[in-house]
T-cell receptor, first 111, second 115 residues
Framework: SQQGEEDPQALSIQEGENATMNCSYKTSINNLQWYRQNSGRGLVHLIL?????REKHSGRLRVTLDTSKKSSSLLITASRAADTASYFCATASYNFNKFYFGSGTKLNVKP | GAVVSQHPSRVICKSGTSVKIECRSLDFQATTMFWYRQFPKQSLMLMAT?????????EQGVEKDKFLINHASLTLSTLTVTSAHPEDSSFYIC???????????FGDGTRLSIL
């Protein structure tokens, strides 16, 4: 990817379990965002965390950011079959005008 | 919420054809729009960044004469794939934001197939 890597590349869990995805990036950032993509569709914005924030919550989503390690994690709690999708992290550069995506994690939640 | 409309959603055409893809922000003014290309099962690759009224900034390795970008208004950007060839077949996605430090809002993408 242009910016970084996500792991795992693929994750398969049972409904009700938690799913954790990790993202690492290469350059200094202003903020990091997580997106979801259903197959063959555009992306849906999930959550934005700024470089001076360490943790953020939105519903069943919890995002952490460690700028010293240049990494972030996305936790989806109590997963549902409808959460099945690809999840991407994306970083916004310091001057805001570059926006790069990680390699993505394909999540499969089995009912 | 913010809506970005991308059109067409699917294009199938012969080699040598030029194809125009439109990206519109429907309920906000998009000062910056981004164009991405996505290969199957891969991430999005940023192709270019365009600011309204100025020339697009292309990423390294992206041919500006091949992928013409116009961002003439605060609600519309177009990507024209000129003289398309089979290797240009891909999923193209646009996004838009109204100001810095705000989320990008994505169109639903255009699947381009060149025969």
């Amino acid at each position: 990817s242009q910016q970084g890597e996500e792991d795992p590349q693929a994750l398969s869990i049972q409904e009700g379990e938690n799913a954790t995805m990790n993202c690492s990036y290469k350059t200094s950032i202003n903020n990091l965002q997580w997106y979801r993509q259903n197959s063959g569709r555009g992306l849906v914005h999930l959550i934005l965390i700024r470089s001076n924030e360490r943790e953020k919550h939105s519903g069943r989503l919890r995002v952490t950011l460690d700028t010293s390690k240049k990494s972030s994690s996305l936790l989806i709690t109590a997963s549902r079959a409808a959460d099945t999708a690809s999840y991407f992290c994306a970083t916004a550069s310091y001057n805001f005008n570059k926006f790069y995506f990680g390699s993505g994690t394909k999540l499969n939640v089995k009912p | 919420g913010a809506v970005v409309s991308q059109h067409p959603s699917r294009v199938i055409c012969k080699s040598g054809t030029s194809v125009k893809i439109e990206c519109r922000s429907l309920d906000f003014q998009a000062t910056t729009m981004f164009w991405y290309r996505q290969f199957p099962k891969q991430s999005l690759m940023l192709m270019a960044t365009s600011n309204e009224g100025s020339k697009a900034t292309y990423e390294q390795g992206v041919e500006k004469d091949k992928f013409l970008i116009n961002h003439a208004s605060l609600t519309l950007s177009t990507l024209t794939v000129t003289s398309a060839h089979p290797e240009d077949s891909s999923f193209y996605i646009c996004s838009a934001r109204d100001s810095m430090n705000q989320p990008q809002h994505f169109g639903d993408g255009t699947r381009l197939s060149i025969l």
